[in-house]
């Protein structure tokens, strides 16, 4: 584990802003959920991913290799015979 040379000020509410250039780096936006950790008197952040990595979709998420896809972009990544209804029958050349 390593700083990041930035240091901020916890407020009277005991919260600390995390720099812009972090969130960026780590996709943390508005809303997204951290969880804390505590090792002796270090306190760790980890970004809870409740968001699909492909769309940012939150809704019907599925669990893949600790990242969260969901539905849709799950049934895309299938293949179109697994997304896509039935294909209306061939038409036959003139
Ligand atoms: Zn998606």
Same mark, same amino acid.
């Given at each position: 584990m390593k700083s990041i040379g930035m240091a901020r000020k916890v407020d009277d509410l005991g919260r600390i802003v995390l720099p812009i250039e972090l969130r960026r780096q780590l996709g943390i936006r508005a809303g997204d959920e951290l969880d804390i950790a505590v090792d002796g008197s270090t306190v760790l952040l980890h970004k809870i991913?409740?968001?699909?990595?492909?769309? *940012?979709?939150?809704? *019907?998420l599925r669990g893949y290799r600790e990242k969260q896809i969901c539905n849709d972009c799950v049934g895309e990544l299938s293949g179109p015979s697994a997304a896509a209804p039935a294909a209306a029958p061939p038409t036959a050349p003139l």
């Open positions: 991913e409740s968001r699909c990595v492909f769309c *940012d979709s939150m809704t *019907d």
